[in-house]
């Protein structure tokens, strides 16, 4: 446990910066692309366990992974704050260009099977579109990264809390045995009250031309959408809280199926981590696998 509380530190020392400061975008992003080619190594480990790749495809994978991860993740741009519609998510050349390459291989290559077809695409698109979802999150605002943290941190600390003291019906017993109902509900319930909280009184908590509200936003959504807004266009509570609830509630239980579908596949390969670059904590999927599901959503 102190292993852990130790290890938690020093990734919150390194990546607040990177969330904080505007002109950390580009670090975060260098950040958050090694992550995932850091991910895509721990997958291929993984699956290599049965079936061993050729390294033409295990190059391959990396470079539309990070193909994937530039094009979702924008990363061209400089400065957050960008409006979503300036924001390309087009994929298609991409996803072209890997399906011609990664179909060629499974000509020439002699190891490569149907099996291996559908583990290069998985992680691929996974880890592509997934750690791309991050960099968009930063790139329209930290406040909105800093949320889906908040959501998944808090959903996965207060299920584990209630689930060791309360938990008595399991959730998946066959992918994560520890794992009961009622943690899941305990954490979705203080996480969406916690988190809308912080969504619906962002004004308040950090007020206007304040170092985390330099630009006067009242809520999470306040100017980027229309919904939930006055003829002034200032946000009304109780109509954005109709949207806002929802969207957390939906969001931790999001990150709950990230959780569920990395153990799936740690159960099905007889892994217990993805890795062992984070002390106490395992791989970079083993930390960062609810957020990233949830970022995707």
């Known amino acids: 446990m102190k292993k852990r509380t130790i290890t938690a530190l020093i990734i919150v020392l390194i990546f607040a910066p ?115 979802s991050l960099v968009i999150l930063r790139l329209l605002g930290s406040r909105y990264i800093i949320y889906v943290l908040m959501v998944t941190v808090l959903t996965d600390t207060f299920a584990f809390l209630f689930g060791v003291k309360y938990g008595k019906h399991k959730m998946a017993p066959v992918i994560s045995p520890k794992k009961s109902w009622e943690g899941a509900i305990a954490g979705t319930v203080i996480a969406t009250v916690v988190a809308s909280m912080f969504a619906l009184f962002y004004g308040m908590i950090f007020p206007n031309g304040s170092f985390f509200n330099a630009n006067g936003k009242q809520t999470i959504l306040h100017g980027i959408t229309s919904l939930g807004t006055g ?45 062992e670059i984070f002390p106490g904590h395992g791989g970079v999927l083993d930390r960062f696998d609810s957020t990233i599901f949830a970022a995707l959503f």
Do not use: C
Request: charged share 15%.
């Open 18 to 132: 990177l969330l904080i400061f505007e002109q950390m975008i580009i670090p975060f992003e260098v950040g958050v692309g090694l992550l995932a080619v850091l991910a895509a190594f721990e997958l291929i480990s993984m699956f290599e366990r049965e079936h061993k790749f050729d390294w033409f495809l295990k190059v391959a994978i990396i470079i539309f992974t990070i193909g994937f991860y530039v094009i979702i993740g924008n990363v061209w741009h400089s400065s957050s704050g960008q409006n979503l519609n300036e924001l390309s998510t087009d994929v298609t050349l991409i996803l072209t260009a890997a399906l011609l390459v990664i179909f060629m291989l499974s000509i020439f290559l002699k190891n490569f099977d149907a099996n291996t077809l559908g583990i290069a695409l998985l992680i691929i698109s996974y880890l592509g579109l997934g750690f791309g």
């Open 231 to 275: 003829a002034d266009k200032a946000p009304i509570l109780w109509q954005q809280a109709l949207i806002i609830i929802p969207l957390t509630l939906t969001l931790s239980i999001f990150g709950q199926l990230g959780d569920l579908f990395a153990s799936k596949l740690k159960r099905t390969y007889d892994i217990k981590d993805f890795g």
